[in-house]
């Protein structure tokens, strides 16, 4: 709940700060400031929480414990590091910068409703504090024609899943009576009532669309291309993570003993969306656009801690949104400083800038799974939960064949950087700053990968 707060009061900050402040620097080094505050509410507010005593607020429509407040400290530390990483380039989006920052702050309070919510209403409104910034965001470049148009698609199937989840949300609460997920009345029942199978039904959906997974992906490639790359970073990450935080928390706690019913609907959803992602990123010719397609891939490992009800999942979801986050976000720090976004324009990109070729190699290998990176343990965490289920051992060997497809795409960015001959174009220069966030960023990737019970050791 501190949390919470913190960053309502930061997000209100921030945007009084544009009235007053006119320096766009002076803006972006007074929110990473924040920003680091509010990373040391949530330590605090983790080091504080009993473990076996979650606190509830609002009539229990909040409850707050270990695993959520340590979801939202590492989610946190992320959108710090995305402020390091992507700090000077989003000052050259538009003039309204402080209006950025706090666009994210509020997003962040979604987040953490998100992963401490009871009621139904809470999910809601979470959902909703996410979804709104984030089509503010995606039009933010009004001198681009792309951005406007994503902005426009984006709130439209929105406007159109909202629909969708606040039926679904309706329906349950038709019968059950009742908006608490610990309560609803029809997992006690004989027989499942048609009217709760359908609000379930309603709620895949709208979560499908929320984690762009297939087949209700159809939004993702044009908005990701279109919204400016520093925004990109975040709404393909940190956003996508507090989604499912909320997904697995629906779907375990609510709807476990009914998990005969959804699985098989989970499982094909899951086959599709490794399907789709992973083959068309394979046809695409812009660096940006193949990361897009990479996200929806990279949802349909992510949807295997829905999938299996363990423990396992649980503790893979943190490991893969951290890893995930970490080496995309690292992949769109090293994109955005080149002016050309195709496989072309990272041609010779080893020659002039080593380093950037380096870190960006350790980052797409720990998105295609390699092991010693984060995204190796990450899968291994997702596919070890499904081999545990037990009834979905031909979606794991199906998920195996996709990584492998994964490596080809990720590997054409690093046979371009290093195989071979062209003389990128910088969009900006490359600071000492910049390389050390980056090496630091590539080496928490490589521990992630050896060392993953760092982030276990305190759920």
Request: contains cysteine; glycine residues 6%.
């Amino acid at each position: 709940m501190k949390a919470i707060i913190a960053a309502t009061i930061i997000g209100v900050v921030l945007m009084f700060t544009g009235i007053l402040v006119k320096e766009k620097k002076g803006i972006a080094t007074l929110a990473a400031i924040l920003f680091f505050l509010l990373l040391g509410v949530n330590i605090w507010e983790l080091s504080t929480l009993d473990a076996n005593q979650p606190q509830a607020f609002f009539n229990n429509m909040l409850r707050i414990d270990r695993y959520s407040v340590w979801f939202n400290t590492l989610m946190t530390a992320c959108t710090v590091l995305y402020v390091m990483l992507s700090g000077r380039e989003i000052q050259k989006v538009g003039i309204h910068v402080s209006d950025y920052f706090a666009l994210m702050s509020f997003m962040l309070v979604g987040l953490y409703m998100l992963s401490g919510y009871s009621n139904m209403l809470v999910l809601f409104l979470g959902i909703e504090i996410i979804s709104i910034p984030q089509y503010i965001l995606a039009g933010s470049d009004k001198k681009n024609l792309k951005s406007s148009e994503a902005s426009l698609k984006y709130f439209l199937m929105g406007a159109f899943t909202t629909g969708i989840l606040l039926m679904g949300i309706t329906l349950l609460y038709g019968a059950s009576g009742t908006f608490d997920i610990a309560r609803f009345t029809f997992l006690q029942a004989d027989s499942l009532n048609p009217m709760a199978l359908c609000g379930i039904i309603f709620l895949i959906i709208a979560f499908a669309f929320k984690v762009s997974a297939a087949p209700m992906h159809m939004w993702t490639p044009d908005v990701y291309d279109g919204s400016p790359t520093p925004f990109t970073a975040f709404m393909s990450t940190v956003v996508k993570a507090a989604a499912f935080i909320a997904f697995i928390k629906l779907f375990h706690i609510s709807f476990n003993s009914l998990s005969g019913h959804w699985t098989m609907i989970i499982a094909v959803i899951t086959a599709a969306t490794l399907l789709v992602g992973n083959v068309t990123a394979v046809f695409q010719q812009s660096v940006k656009r193949m990361m897009a397609y990479s996200s929806i891939a990279q949802a349909g490992f992510m949807l295997f801690a829905v999938l299996s009800i363990s423990a396992t999942s649980w503790q893979g979801l943190i490991i893969y949104a951290v890893s995930y986050t970490v080496a995309t976000m690292g992949v769109f720090a090293v994109l955005m400083k080149l002016k050309d976004f195709t496989y072309d324009g990272f041609n010779g990109l080893a020659k002039r800038e080593p380093l950037l070729a380096f870190v960006m190699t350790i980052f797409l290998l720990s998105l295609a799974g390699i092991p010693l990176t984060g995204g190796f343990m990450a899968k291994y965490f997702m596919l070890t939960a499904a081999v545990e289920q037990g009834q979905v051992l031909w979606l794991v060997i199906f998920a195996l064949l996709m990584a492998a497809i994964s490596v080809y795409y990720y590997f054409r960015v690093i046979i371009a950087m290093y195989f071979k001959q062209g003389s990128p174009e910088m969009s900006s220069p490359v600071t000492a700053g910049d390389r050390l966030v980056l090496v630091a960023t590539a080496a928490l990737v490589i521990l992630l990968g050896v060392a993953p019970g760092l982030l276990l050791k305190f759920i």
